[in-house]
């Protein structure tokens, strides 16, 4: 799915997003972190940002929220558990509803791959991504690729390219099946130079699952099911969480899943030592990862929050004042 035909500073996918975006989305999140808080404020001054979510969320919808008003922005929520959606009006409607209430700029989630498309055409307002079902999760992979660049020694961060990720190999484990973090991270991290090693179980890692869409499969995205091998070759260990709202019937056995995939502090130091270790959140505790992993020197997971709050600023002034972001890029 390509994004051109939807307004500018819509960010729907990672796929067709060119480095010198990547590299000015960068460039502007760190700007924007260093301007004094009164600066900040006054960039999306008065500004309409819709938040309009249909599946549940804490880190990107609050940090989209708390990025907006850092900016300046009126900030307004709509879910679907409290609001016109569970009396059956469709996403087009609700999206005219609030174009009409003066929503600049709308940011969702949606249960449905392909549904911040939908939106953004029959607005034509610029659409942030928030997740869409299984599809993507672009912010989520532009903060976990500044996480990266911040925590793994000796990239060199000023120079956003082909190469600056290369020699880093990312593992991602889990329920890769249904995952739009796993998705968006294997388009986006390839194009700027690292591997992205697969690993999991067949039910939640199907052999073909690279055929599914995983686009740049030059051999920088590949499947290793036996997780310690994977470990061994990595620089980053990025766990996920199984999504059982999204498995429809299909059994897991979690003991067994445990014994196998679970990152934990005796297969931390056996096999990754020094391994970056990342989650998007929501984490389970006890399940695809170890408390004691969660909350050791290693873990960077708290930095992925603050980063997503960072890098959400720079894509709602890039959303919302294309002449803004181009004075916070240079
Ligand atoms: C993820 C999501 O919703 O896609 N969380 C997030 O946004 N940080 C992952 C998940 O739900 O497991």
Same mark, same amino acid.
């Given at each position: 799915m390509k994004t051109s035909g939807y307004a500018a500073g819509s960010l729907l996918t990672v796929a067709d997003l060119p480095m010198d975006e990547v590299a000015a989305i960068l460039a502007a999140t760190e700007r924007i972190e260093r301007m004094a808080g009164a600066d900040r404020a006054r960039m999306l001054a008065g500004r309409r940002i819709a938040l309009l979510f249909y599946e549940s969320s804490t880190r990107t919808r609050t940090s989209f929220e708390l990025a907006a008003k850092s900016l300046g922005a009126i900030t307004t929520l709509v879910s679907?558990? =409290? =609001? %016109?959606i569970e009396k059956g009006e469709s996403l087009k409607d609700t999206g005219l509803t609030l174009r009409a209430l003066g929503a600049e700029c709308i940011i969702l989630r949606h249960a449905n791959s392909g549904a911040p498309y939908l939106l953004a055409k029959a607005t034509g307002l610029p659409v942030l991504n928030a997740g869409d079902g299984m599809h993507e999760h672009p912010s989520q992979a532009l903060l976990d690729l500044r996480t990266i660049l911040t925590r793994v /020694? @000796?990239? &060199?961060?000023r120079r956003i390219d082909a190469k600056t990720l290369a020699g880093v190999t990312v593992v991602i484990t889990g329920?890769?099946?249904? %995952?739009r973090v796993a998705r968006s991270n294997a388009m986006l991290l390839p194009k700027l130079g690292a591997k992205v090693l697969l690993c999991g179980p067949k039910e939640l890692l199907p052999e073909d699952a690279l055929g599914l @869409?995983?686009?740049?499969n030059t051999g920088s995205v590949e499947i290793e099911r036996d997780f310690d091998k994977a470990l061994k070759k990595a620089q980053v260990a990025m766990m996920l969480r199984i999504q059982r709202e999204r498995l429809a019937g299909l059994e897991l056995d979690v003991a067994d899943y445990i014994v196998r995939y679970q990152l934990n502090e005796e297969r931390l130091m056996g096999s990754a030592p020094d391994t970056v270790v990342m989650h998007p959140g929501p984490m389970i505790r006890g399940l695809e990862i170890a408390g004691e992993v969660a909350d050791a /020197? &290693? =873990?960077a997971i708290e930095d992925q929050v603050r980063h997503g709050l960072a890098v959400r600023t720079a894509l709602l002034v890039r959303a919302l004042g294309l002449g803004g972001f181009e004075s916070v890029t240079s």
């Open positions: 679907d558990k =409290s =609001s %016109s /020694p @000796g990239l &060199n961060t329920d890769i099946l249904h %995952s @869409g995983f686009v740049g /020197p &290693n =873990s």
